[in-house]
């Protein structure tokens, strides 16, 4: 694990990406996607890795592939990733994490559809928040900031206030474009761009330190 910030700093809420970052669905979600770019003659071995992080429907539009659905297609795919969580589990200390956070504090804001998170969460045991923000709640998705911007809102706080945990680039990108700080997950090895954001590797040694005024930061 490291830590290369000041790990003092308050914050209004946490916002949380899903998939690689509360918990782990790669497994499964490669699983799914390499029989989906098996099925349309991509190198599923380069496809992989640039998938994950993404809306399904926004990363089938990027292929361009002559004669593709894509709402159809991401629907489809959204259907076999519901029924394919095998090995969906919580990352470690992710959920003791959660459940020490105040609820009007916190939430998640996934690229996935609602459906297939709220599936996740309910295999890997983890909560499903009130204000969760979902791929049907923007009109683009990550790298795009509005999905930041409008967990921030429905929690009541500018992104400014927030800190968001990613473990992906198109995520990364999203928060610090919504004006957020960034706390990298690294538990699912995915590769990025990206250096000098704080990063920790689960959840197993951070422990959250509520101020008297609600605010939250985090103690290891």
Request: aromatic fraction near 6%; charge should be negative; proline fraction near 5%.
């Given at each position: 694990?490291?830590?290369?910030?000041?790990?003092?700093?308050q914050y209004a809420a946490f916002l949380f990406d899903m998939d690689g970052t509360i918990l782990?669905?790669?497994?499964?979600?490669?699983?799914?996607?390499?029989?989906?770019?098996e099925r349309h003659g991509l190198d599923v071995e380069k496809f992989l890795p640039i998938m994950?992080?993404?809306?399904?429907?926004?990363?089938?539009?990027?292929?361009?592939?002559?004669?593709?659905?894509?709402?159809?297609?991401?629907?489809?795919?959204?259907?076999?990733?519901?029924?394919?969580?095998?090995?969906?589990?919580?990352?470690?200390?992710?959920?003791?994490?959660?459940?020490?956070?105040?609820?009007?504090?916190?939430?998640?804001?996934?690229?996935?559809?609602?459906?297939?998170?709220?599936?996740?969460?309910?295999?890997?045991?983890?909560?499903?928040?009130?204000?969760?923000?979902?791929?049907?709640?923007?009109?683009?998705?990550?790298?795009?900031?509005?999905?930041?911007?409008?967990?921030?809102?429905?929690?009541?706080?500018?992104?400014?206030?927030?800190?968001?945990?990613?473990?992906?680039?198109?995520?990364?990108?999203?928060?610090?474009?919504?004006?957020?700080?960034?706390?990298?997950?690294?538990?699912?090895?995915?590769?990025?761009?990206?250096?000098?954001?704080?990063?920790?590797?689960?959840?197993?040694?951070?422990?959250?330190?509520?101020?008297?005024?609600?605010?939250?930061?985090?103690?290891?």
């Amino acid at each position: 694990m490291s830590f290369r910030s000041d790990n003092s700093k308050q914050y209004a809420a946490f916002l949380f990406d899903m998939d690689g970052t509360i918990l782990s669905s790669t497994a499964s979600a490669e699983r799914v996607w390499g029989r989906w770019a098996e099925r349309h003659g991509l190198d599923v071995e380069k496809f992989l890795p640039i998938m994950h992080g993404s809306r399904g429907i926004d990363t089938i539009r990027r292929l361009n592939l002559p004669g593709v659905d894509a709402e159809a297609e991401a629907a489809q795919i959204t259907e076999e990733e519901i029924q394919d969580v095998e090995g969906v589990v919580a990352l470690p200390g992710a959920a003791d994490f959660l459940a020490s956070l105040p609820p009007n504090r916190w939430t998640i804001v996934t690229s996935s559809p609602r459906r297939l998170a709220e599936r996740r969460l309910e295999a890997a045991g983890l909560p499903m928040p009130q204000a969760i923000v979902t791929a049907e709640d923007v009109t683009i998705g990550k790298p795009d900031p509005q999905c930041y911007i409008l967990g921030a809102e429905k929690l009541g706080f500018a992104t400014h206030e927030c800190l968001v945990f990613e473990d992906v680039e198109a995520g990364v990108k999203a928060g610090l474009a919504a004006g957020a700080d960034i706390m990298v997950i690294t538990a699912a090895g995915h590769k990025h761009s990206l250096q000098g954001y704080p990063e920790i590797e689960h959840y197993a040694d951070a422990t959250v330190v509520i101020a008297d005024s609600g605010h939250l930061s985090i103690k290891f």
